[in-house]
Nanobody, 127 residues
Framework: VQLQAYGGGLVQAGGFLRLPCLAT????????VGWFRQAPGKERSFVAG????????YYADSVKGRFTISRDNAKNTAYLQMNSLKAEDTAVYYC?????????????????????WGQGTQVTVSS
């Protein structure tokens, strides 16, 4: 499985971006997907996660109410809709996928639980 995250760019504070994550190779429609981000000088941190059916989503407190994760299994694509962006959202954003079906919250916000990673896309929010 290969993941490709794209859609990043430069946006003003208060603006929005939508990041797609396209999976190629064996379908991973039965696997959970997560988004992480890494700001300069900081560790990679969890942003949002979604189960294979899309029925359950998880969010970091810092993005709850502003970001929405979704997926379209027919297109093998997951999305991160980011609204009301803030300067502190500036980071490289990565999508990741589990290698097996997992359901607990802990399976989504821990980077070590993911087997596949995309290359990252830069999001810069100007204040």
């Amino acid at each position: 499985v290969q993941l490709q995250a794209y859609g990043g760019g430069l946006v003003q504070a208060g603006g929005f971006l939508r990041l797609p994550c396209l999976a190629t190779g064996p379908p991973c429609s039965s696997h959970g997907v997560g988004w992480f981000r890494q700001a300069p000088g900081k560790e990679r941190s969890f942003v949002a996660g979604i189960t294979w059916s899309g029925g359950t989503t998880y969010y970091a407190d810092s993005v709850k109410g502003r970001f929405t994760i979704s997926r379209d299994n027919a297109k093998n694509t997951a999305y991160l809709q980011m609204n009301s962006l803030k300067a502190e959202d500036t980071a490289v954003y990565y999508c990741a996928a589990h290698g097996r079906p997992l359901f607990s919250r802990a399976s989504y916000d821990a980077s070590g639980q993911y087997d596949y990673w995309g290359q990252g896309t830069q999001v810069t929010v100007s204040s």
